[in-house]
């Protein structure tokens, strides 16, 4: 059974830093990885989406990294804005079309 | 924003009552899914549709049926609500499969007291 973990659960930073967060997962056997961004009170927003055949994909200030034989991925933030704060989501498709998604890491940016 | 509206927003309800949530979309997109969100267990899928009265089950769907008579809607019904149906509601549609091109609703907030 797939799993994924996204560690740390909460990250408070300054406005303009520079940010990664972390996604694991247990199977590599995926077709592809996404991030997704959610704000309080909202829907998922896909933000990036690489398939397993591509080692990144950049969007703006967010590039996404995948590593599918030791099963992680990184999503990078450049100078960080408060308007970033949410919480951001990883999800891998795996077997049977079937995606699983980790729980989360809460990014508050301050000011 | 993906045409895609879920209603109510925020139900509260008595234990062993039925309730339905409606998915309603505008895109004429195949494949329809709905999920919950609890804290500690991220998205997990309950039913999906991949076309009108083509549906099948996810990881957690017991407890919860589906059904889809028209392009545009998706229900789900949860026979009798338990306490441990408490949660946030997703719909989610997209064109294709493999999780590509994914657009989600805006929740639906529901309370089983």
């Known amino acids: 059974k797939q799993e994924v973990t996204q560690i740390p659960a909460a990250l408070s930073v300054p406005e303009g830093e520079n940010l990664v967060l972390n996604c694991s997962f247990t199977?590599?056997?995926?077709?592809?990885l996404q991030w997704f961004r959610q704000d309080p009170g909202k829907g998922l927003t896909s933000l990036l989406l690489i398939q397993s055949s591509q080692r990144e994909q950049t969007s703006g200030r967010l590039n996404a990294s995948l590593d599918k034989s030791s099963g992680r991925s990184t999503l990078y933030i450049a100078a960080s804005q408060p308007g970033d704060s949410a919480t951001y989501l990883c999800a891998v498709t795996g077997g049977g079309n079937k995606l699983t998604f980790g729980t989360g890491t809460q990014l508050k940016v301050e000011l | 924003d993906a045409g895609i509206t879920q209603s109510p927003r925020h139900k509260v309800t008595e234990t062993g009552t039925p309730v339905t949530l409606r998915c309603h979309q505008t895109?004429?997109?195949?494949?329809m899914y709905w999920y919950r969100q609890d804290p500690g267990h991220g998205l997990r899928l309950i039913h999906y549709s991949y076309g009108v009265k083509d549906t099948d089950k996810g990881e957690v769907s017991d407890g919860y049926s589906v059904s889809r008579s028209k392009t545009e809607d998706f229900l789900l019904t949860l026979e009798s609500a338990t306490s441990s149906q408490t949660s946030v509601y997703f719909c989610?549609?997209?064109?294709?499969?493999?999780?590509?091109?994914?657009?989600f609703g805006s929740g639906t907030q529901l309370s089983v007291l």
């Open positions: 989610a549609i997209s064109p294709v499969s493999y999780g590509e091109k994914l657009f």
């Open positions: 199977d590599s056997a995926i077709y592809n």
């Open positions: 895109e004429n997109h195949r494949y």
